[in-house]
């Protein structure tokens, strides 16, 4: 009845990326680019670690350079291009994961992406991952190009700190470990947890991250809370009906989030990512307790 193993992160952000591209070349375009706006050069490298309901951590690499016309600011590009990197307000709120592309092709910009070369990921002392250059999935004249990828691979054991190279750059970054979700009988949350959509649901994050985000598998929204004080977080029920409304989506995934993004200088200024994701896959339509039977007079 529930779903026990959450999608590999590589095949997610597939789906996800897919969905936003099909924004880009099916929005019809409202608006007009403006010429006189000179084109945007930007480079992103994002580090994602994962670990899937309690489960081994895997970490994957994304890289690449664009040159981004029309109406999108740099800092947004990641978000376009990896949908799964989106960042969420202040408080609950349903987002869609397409906007930001929807809003490139309504108004005329394009994003021409090419590989950032040399670039490398070295976890802890030992493993090092190398992105491979790969086409971007060619749906829209809005966006295409090559972008580098690794990953995700798995790891034995959460290194303390990650090293990323770039041309003429080393950033070394401590990794705080991978947030957990809590439920609120003090229980992990685990694939086949009891959740009550019909009420508020309450979490608390063990660890540090900045948010909650409960994303149903093949959908376009999805909801990003903020971890408040002492890692608690409530999630209103009218924000998850408003969500199972969307669709009828079985596999809904529970993600505590931490990231961090800094510029680093170089060859090229480039922005780093890095985040760290626990989940755990329910499916909402199921997760409702049945009622305790009456005990026999």
Not at 15 to 23: D, E, Q, R, T, W
Not at 34 to 50: C, G, K, L, N, T
Not at 97 to 118: F, H, M, N, W, Y
Request: hydrophobic share 40%; charged share 15%; glycine share 10%.
């Amino acid at each position: 009845m529930y779903i026990s193993q959450l999608m590999p992160s590589h095949l997610k952000r597939s789906l996800l990326l897919s969905g936003a591209v099909l924004a880009l070349g099916c929005e019809p375009v409202t608006g007009s680019r403006d010429a006189s706006a000179p084109p945007q050069r930007v480079a992103e490298v994002s580090v994602r670690i994962d670990a899937p309901s309690g489960g081994a951590p895997a970490v994957s690499l994304l890289a690449f350079r664009a040159t981004v016309t029309g109406p999108l600011a740099g800092s947004d590009v990641l978000n376009v291009v990896d949908p799964l990197a989106s960042a969420p307000a202040s408080r609950c709120e349903l987002y869609d994961v397409t906007a930001a592309a929807r809003k490139l092709r309504a108004q005329g910009g394009t994003i021409d992406l090419e590989e950032l070369p040399s670039v490398s990921l070295v976890l802890g002392t030992e493993t090092t991952l190398k992105p491979v250059p790969k086409n971007y999935p060619q749906l829209s004249s809005g966006m295409g190009g090559v972008f580098g990828e690794a990953g995700p691979l798995e790891l034995t054991a959460l290194p303390e700190t990650i090293s990323v190279g770039l041309p003429g750059e080393e950033s070394r970054l401590a990794v705080p470990g991978i947030p957990k979700l809590i439920d609120q009988n003090g229980e992990a949350l685990v694939a086949g947890a009891h959740l009550d959509p019909t009420r508020d649901v309450q979490l608390t994050v063990s660890g540090v991250a900045h948010a909650v985000e409960i994303r149903p598998y093949g959908a376009s929204h999805f909801i990003a809370c903020p971890v408040g004080p002492a890692g608690r977080v409530v999630v209103q029920h009218e924000l998850l009906e408003r969500l199972t409304a969307s669709g009828s989506h079985g596999a809904v995934s529970f993600e505590a989030v931490w990231r961090d993004s800094r510029m680093v200088a170089g060859a090229q200024p480039t922005r780093l990512s890095i985040e760290a994701r626990s989940s755990a896959v329910l499916d909402l339509r199921a997760t409702v307790a049945p009622p305790t039977p009456p005990s026999a007079p």
